[in-house]
């Protein structure tokens, strides 16, 4: 190897020395990043260091350069996150349902080799719980990849899926396939799902969570999406859909107490008017998509909060509240 090209890689070793080893209360010394060198097979003297070091702060690497008694001392500052990011990005990992145990800490590791060894202990969970009860499908990621590549290359997708452990069977007994086109992929309460449409479901848009589907498949066909594909707003779809149950989208009034504003606008968004009726209460509209579970969601509220139109709606959050109170009067 020619000295010019060892200078290079020199400095790209040290380079990594810097971001795993060195910090602001951890920096070192010529010779402790030339011993460091030396133990990952790169044998130099002092001299040589110091023109590494010289190369990465001319490359615009930000470097600090202390003097110490009886030396001077060096460590990396600049990095692309600092601890509090880092310990964010830990959490979402470990709090995803759908990621596996083994994907969790694969994912936190590399984690924390942004942080380097010292601050890399300050991303371990020990000080924290976690209630989550983490997905066994190891393939969430290459399945997502594979949805997204089928986005980009319209095409249809095609997959076996799981309801309550088991696979979904045709009237034959055989694992029913279904086929679907997909819009894009939603991250909801942990998971993620495909939302596309399907033959199995006209004018409306369908969910399915990647976690339950297997043998997924991208299909030689094209996707045949309607309008309401073409119109997909992941946005507006995760604002209008509670716990990834699709409904029929409606335009509801919710009449409620200043009590609930914030739970409203978490749900929503900022839709509550400014200015309450003359009663005190505030009339909400909203759009969502009528399901059980946005009738669940209204029950949360036992008090000052109820669904003031259209009528049909109304009826249904009476027949829904009427089927629960019938299973406590048996």
């Known amino acids: 190897m020619s000295k010019e090209n060892f200078q290079r890689i020199l400095a790209l070793k040290l380079y990594e020395i810097l971001r795993e080893e060195s910090d602001e209360e951890h920096p070192l010394s010529l010779a402790e990043l030339r011993e460091l060198l030396t133990m990952r097979g790169y044998p130099c003297d002092t001299r040589t260091v110091r023109t590494a070091l010289k190369a990465l702060v001319e490359g615009g690497y930000d470097i600090q350069k202390e003097f110490q008694y009886p030396k001077n001392m060096y460590c990396l500052l600049g990095r692309d996150f600092d601890i509090a990011e880092l310990q964010i990005l830990a959490d979402a990992v470990r709090s995803a349902t759908c990621i596996t145990e083994k994907k969790t800490h694969q994912l936190v590791d590399k984690l ?36 997204h590549q089928a986005i980009q290359t319209d095409h249809q997708v095609s997959f076996l899926y ?22 894009g992929t939603v991250f909801n309460d942990g998971f993620y799902y495909l939302v596309g449409e399907s033959k199995d479901h006209p004018s409306s848009l369908v969910s399915y969570r990647v976690d339950r589907m297997q043998k997924l ?11 309401i594909g073409r119109r997909f707003s992941k946005d507006q779809y995760q604002k209008r859909v509670f716990s990834m149950y ?5 335009r509801v009034t919710l009449r409620i107490i200043p009590k609930w504003i914030d739970a409203v606008t978490d749900a929503f968004g900022p839709v509550v008017p400014k200015n309450p009726e003359p ?27 109820k669904i003031a139109a259209p009528d049909n709606v109304v009826q249904q959050m009476k027949k829904h509240v009427s089927q629960i109170a019938d299973m406590y009067t048996e």
Request: aromatic residues 12%.
């Open 112 to 147: 924390s080799l942004l942080a380097g060894r010292h601050c890399a202990e300050v991303l371990e969970h020990k000080h924290r719980v976690y209630s989550v009860q983490k997905s066994s499908n190891e393939n969430i990621f290459r399945y997502t990849d594979q949805l």
């Open 162 to 183: 799981l309801r309550n452990r088991q696979l979904r069977q045709e009237e034959d007994g055989f694992p029913k396939r279904y086929l679907v086109s997909p819009v």
């Open 217 to 227: 498949e991208i299909s030689p066909l094209p996707r045949a999406l309607t309008g």
């Open 246 to 250: 699709t409904g029929q989208p409606t």
């Open 279 to 305: 009663d005190g209460w505030y009339l909400v509209p909203v759009e969502v998509d009528i399901s059980p579970t946005f009738f669940a969601w209204c029950c949360h509220f036992t008090h000052g909060f």
